[in-house]
Structures are given as structure tokens and as C-alpha cells.
């Protein structure tokens, strides 16, 4: 078949528009025009969380040490304002270091947390390249046709990280249809 030699799954038809140009979701965050659409982020699973904590954590204490630097020249040549703005800027770096490094661990949970839910919906979803819409063949584990904005707001709020949706980010305010996941209105 035409379909499966192009990589896509055979006999795969968009309830949308009724085209067979359909991939995979992952397959589409990498395919053609992915980069053009920004598939890779408006497809995602899941917020990408990996490491951000410990390069936070190095600068904060880069930061923290230009403070307690500041403070030291200051106390080594009796300058009383750089002391005082050392030990301040010193100390607010090293409150907020930790303020960061705990957001982003929990961040990190969340999103661990939640990968197997997100999976779940994430996983059977097709993308139509002719409608530029999101779909899951025979409508489960979640029904309808739906933007990328609506899939990634779908997946990402049953997974328990919705609210890691970036402002500017399209999934934050968009949509989602009554009884998408099968629930009755």
C-alpha cells in the first residue's frame, strides 16, 4: 500500500475532511512541515523537564558568591555600602536559588507524574495533514476532531500539568469540545 510505504498507517482515514494523508502524532512532530507548524511543541505529551534545576542551581550560586565577593571587598576596604549591598544581594540570590530550584523539582514531578495518563490519550492520537486537525481512529480513548491546540490542552490538563501551559502559548486558552472524552453533557 501507498500509505504504508510512505510510513504511515494503513487504511487510517480522517473523520474531519476524510483524507489519508495521516500520520502518527509522533510521527508528525517529526515529519514534514513540522518545523514550519511547530508540531514538536504543539503536539507535545508533556512539558520537556530535564535538568533545568541543577544549572539553576549553579547560577543562583554564581550569583550568590558575586554578592558575598561584593561584600568581602567591601568589608576589605571599609566601604559599609557595598558590605550591606554584598550581604543583601548575596542573600536575596541565595533565597531565590532555592525558591527556583524547588518550582522546577516540582515541575519535574508533575510531569513525571503524569506521563502515564498523558500517554494514554497521546499515544493513539493521528495527525491529518489536509485539515491540520488531531484525531483518534474509532474514537478512543478520547472522541472528535481537535486543533493541536486542543489535543496538546487535552493531554496536558489530564495529565495533572496544565498549568505549566506557557502565556503566548495557544493550548492555554483554547477549547475544548463537550464530550470529548466520552463523559455525557
Known sequence: METEKAGGPAGVVCPGCGGT???TVEQAR?????????????????????GDGCLHFIEGMALTALG????????????????LGGVALALI?????FVVVRSDGR????????????????QP?????????????????????????QFKKLVWTEAGYADQLL???????????????????
Open 21 to 23: 494523508e495521516v500520520r
Open 30 to 50: 517529526r515529519g514534514k512541515g513540522a518545523m514550519r507548524d511547530d508540531l514538536f511543541g504543539r503536539l507535545a505529551p508533556g512539558p520537556d523537564k530535564g
Open 68 to 83: 558575598g565577593g561584593l561584600a568581602y571587598t567591601g568589608v576589605q576596604q571599609d566601604k559599609p555600602l557595598y558590605t
Open 93 to 97: 540570590c541565595l533565597l531565590g536559588t
Open 107 to 122: 515541575e519535574k514531578y508533575a510531569a513525571e507524574a503524569g506521563a502515564a495518563r498523558a500517554e494514554r490519550l497521546w
Open 125 to 149: 492520537a493521528h495527525y491529518c495533514y489536509g485539515c491540520t486537525s488531531v484525531f483518534c481512529p474509532g474514537g478512543t480513548p478520547w472522541q472528535g476532531v481537535l486543533t493541536p491546540d
Open 167 to 185: 502565556t503566548g502559548d495557544k493550548a492555554k486558552d483554547a477549547e475544548l469540545p463537550a464530550g470529548v472524552l466520552g463523559e455525557r453533557s
